[in-house]
């Protein structure tokens, strides 16, 4: 089995514990993060760090980035100091972060023009899954490029090749299509509830085993009956991935409208302040809407 020496980009939320796992799984692994101290942890456990992305590429044959939006990622690999400018020939790069499935397929030409082989590899599975390496990954990227990388990818989760460069960004859309309106059904449903005066424990204890279940009403939905609205995954991200979606929506002319209506909603808890909330403070748009008190704040 060939040896893979692992440079590792983006020391976030996700990063530094999908790094560590990958550390953990026996392969050597070098860092860099944009904001240098966040380095220390992971020298700590035992990985090397690098200067730049681009001093990072020239000890590394597979280079993970697990960064922001499109544009961070066009930065680390081919800004100033990106990595594409050291990367050697044959070298494997995984790009984790969720970002366009269309600037994907145009950032695998590129890759490819300098002999580099590019999987996008985005995830589901939020800090949790990224600290117990039970990501859900989608990979999209030539089948072979996968299964010589499949012993690193598999220390951070479980694996599903999805089809060809972009196509693992674009399950991931759809992912989040199907996050945004379960947690729009989701709020509708506690609001019709709370309106005509039934118990939304009870509500919550039938739907959950129901058809009209979903993540968002397990997980979320005992969150908001609590009042707890901090995050798992923040409002700002989510509007960064219907962002995504509704870009291609529009490249494919394709109408989204239950996207397009969440997006629009969860607008609106950013304009009240919410970016750092988690997704289900959607629920505090509803209650305004709706002129009805769902959360337990609301009934101070
Ligand atoms: P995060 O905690 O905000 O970390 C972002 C990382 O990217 C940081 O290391 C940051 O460096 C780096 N970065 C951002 N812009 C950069 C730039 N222009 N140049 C260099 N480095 C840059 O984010 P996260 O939660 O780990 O998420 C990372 C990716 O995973 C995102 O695409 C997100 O959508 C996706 N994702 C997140 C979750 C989740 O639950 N959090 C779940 C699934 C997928 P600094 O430390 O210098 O800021």
Redesign the pocket.
């Given at each position: 089995m060939k040896t893979w020496n692992v440079g590792f980009i983006?020391?976030?939320?996700?990063?530094r514990s999908m790094s560590k796992n990958i550390h953990k799984g026996g392969f050597p692994v070098t860092v860099w993060?944009?904001?240098a101290h966040?380095m220390d942890e992971a020298a700590r456990w035992g990985a090397e760090t690098a200067a730049s992305p681009k001093e990072l590429a020239e000890t590394c044959n597979l280079i993970i980035t697990?960064?922001?939006?499109t544009p961070?990622v066009e930065?680390?690999a081919l800004g100033e100091h990106g990595f594409l400018h050291a990367a050697k020939p044959g070298t494997v790069w995984a790009d984790m972060?969720?970002?366009s499935p269309d600037a994907t397929v145009r950032l695998a030409r590129t890759a490819a023009e300098k002999g580099v082989r590019m999987l996008d590899a985005?995830?589901?599975g939020?800090?949790v899954g990224a600290r117990n390496g039970t990501l859900s990954i989608m990979v999209g990227g030539e089948a072979d490029v996968l299964e010589e990388v499949r012993p690193v990818l598999e220390t951070m989760g479980t694996i599903v090749h999805c089809g060809p460069a972009g196509a693992g960004q674009t399950v991931k859309a759809c992912n989040q299509i199907l996050c945004g309106l379960n947690l729009l059904g989701m709020v509708e449903a506690m609001a019709l509830a709370k309106k005509s005066g039934v118990d939304l424990e009870k509500m919550l204890e039938v739907t959950t085993r129901g058809a009209g279940g979903s993540w968002a009403l397990s997980n979320l939905g005992p969150r908001i009956v609590r009042g707890d609205l901090a995050p798992g995954?923040s409002v700002k991200?989510q509007q960064?991935?219907l962002r995504i979606v509704l870009g291609e929506a529009e490249r494919l002319q394709l109408p989204l409208l239950g996207t397009a209506t969440v997006h629009q909603l969860l607008r609106s808890v950013q304009a009240h302040g919410g970016d750092e909330d988690g997704t289900h403070a959607l629920v505090r748009v509803m209650e305004q809407l709706g002129r009805v008190s769902i959360t337990p704040r609301n009934e101070e």
């Open positions: 983006g020391l976030g939320i996700m990063g993060n944009r904001t966040k697990m960064v922001g939006d961070d930065e680390v972060s969720t970002i985005p995830v589901s939020g800090d995954f991200f960064k991935d």
